[in-house]
């Protein structure tokens, strides 16, 4: 389970750092699209495009706001039943997301 929440960290703080790094709105698909991308073929680098902006079309500085306000509410010192809360609602949150967790 460590590893898990691990990785939803990881997830979440990626997503927190391409918010921070785009900023505003999303740039369309024919925005992107037009600069090669290295490492991919012409098409698997439209696909690329279509997923990143749609990641960044459904993540915002709201949403992660939302998502990350739980976890700071209260203290949750190693071990007491502020962990075991913020455990929950991690377990809940990513379950929501459609990951086993």
Known sequence: MRGMLRIALIVVLLA?????CRGG???SRS???TRPMLGYTP?????????EFLFRKLV???SM???HKPLTERPHP????GTQQVV??????????????
């Open 16 to 20: 927190i750092g391409l918010g921070a």
């Open 25 to 27: 709105e999303p740039r």
């Open 31 to 33: 925005a992107t699209a």
């Open 43 to 51: 098409a698997t680098a439209a696909a690329q495009h279509d997923l």
């Open 60 to 62: 915002s500085a709201d």
């Open 65 to 67: 706001s939302a998502l």
């Open 78 to 81: 190693a071990g007491s039943a």
């Open 88 to 101: 929950k609602y991690l377990q809940n949150s990513l379950a929501g997301f459609g990951l086993e967790v």
